[in-house]
């Protein structure tokens, strides 16, 4: 326990003083899958003396055990990263000792955990979808968002909740109340429902998730593996950001989310639900999971930045503006030149970089301006050199926004100005 409470008082002192079921398989053919689903210390002295407030925060924090903790802790953050935080940790102890505020007391920052538990976890529901004859046919997570009257608005999901013909909230003394779906965003797999009650519910605030860094504290919040499990609380760290992924397996890393990976533990049933830091903030909902035998603590969260601004579209329109559809089915140049032939497909002498279209879906961004056996070479002002990082770019444009592009077809090259990106409207 008092490695675990010390081992808590390092992450943490920073912040204290200043899935429903379903696999994604990838194209590989390895066996990986994805998973859906706060002492005080006072002085009046202008000089402080650093040596002797360090020693006082060893024996309040580290104790005998500081070296172990420092390995322990290294084995999810790179050294360059535990050294920040560390750096970060004296800087606001001295500034706390000087203004003679300081409390770095284990238990005051444990504390910050339990306020999260008691509080903002209560915020995290059930949510079921039922078919038409009213028979359970999914369990998944859900985060309490806003209030506004009698109207509560949910947030999970949209794996969670489409197959469901109708749909239920479900609190953790097992009472259920009939929910209504306002709109879905299939693209980044979100789903927002409403429920009407005169009852008070808590709810959330959503962080802002561009504020969170690697090695940041965060606490996974869910009901995995169903509702025998409700309201289970899991902590990690992030461990990586703007993460990207080839979801409908066309080889591709999609575009539309730059997830926030974790090593808190997440399972089926917890998609939909919130990765809460430690002020109680949500900071992403959980989504998917990467499982096989030899992989562990790799689950990822769509960051709250996204997730906010999609469901304030929901809630207005019904869908969401957030994620623009090209509507191209294509592949890249540049490492297929073996495709290309054995497909008969002539590339022109001197192109070596660029995305070669084979279909233009109706009704998307580009439909009625680029056509199958086009060659696109740069869209916005992005060079097309892999999908890789087209995927990383374009990520960055909503729906809205106006793009020109720049193509080669029938022996010229043509550029097309004021393209308007449009979402998918369902």
Known sequence: MKKFIIFLSLLLITGT?????GIFETAPTENLTFLTSKSSTTTTSNTINKDLVLSDIYEIIYSDIYEEVKAEVMKNISEERFDQIYDEI????????????????????????????????????????????????????GVMYKHVGDKYYIVTNNHVVEDGSSFEIVFEDGSRVTAFLRGVDELVDLAVLYYISDD??????????????????????????????????????VSGLDRYFDIDNNGINDMFVNYIQHDAAINSGNSGG????????????NVIKLS???????????????????????????????????GINFIDIRGHEDFFEENELIIPDGITDGFYIFEVYEGSSFDGLVFADDIITKVADIELTTAEEFVYRFSKYIVGDVISITLYRD???????NIELKAQVN
Request: hydrophobic letters at 45%; one cysteine or more.
């Open 90 to 141: 004296i800087e606001s102890l001295l500034a706390e000792v000087a203004a003679g505020n300081i409390e770095v007391s284990a238990a005051s920052i444990i504390n910050m955990i339990y306020q999260v538990e008691n509080n903002a976890a209560n915020s995290v529901v059930g949510v079921s979808s039922l078919n038409a004859y009213g028979v359970e046919t999914s369990v998944g997570s």
């Open 17 to 21: 003083l200043a899935s429903c079921t």
């Open 292 to 326: 096989a035998t030899d992989i562990e603590g790799m689950g990822f969260a769509i960051p709250s930045n996204l997730v906010s601004a999609i469901c304030s579209d929901i809630e207005e329109l019904g869908y969401s503006l957030q994620k623009p559809v090209l």
């Open 200 to 237: 008070v519910y808590p709810v959330v605030d959503f962080a802002d998730s561009s504020l969170v860094l690697k090695g940041d504290i965060v606490l996974a919040v869910g009901n995995p593996i169903g509702y025998d499990y409700y309201g289970s609380i899991t902590m990690g760290i």
């Open 411 to 417: 022996g010229q090259f043509i550029t097309i100005d």
């Open 274 to 285: 919130a990765l809460f830091n430690v002020q109680g903030e949500v900071v992403g909902i």
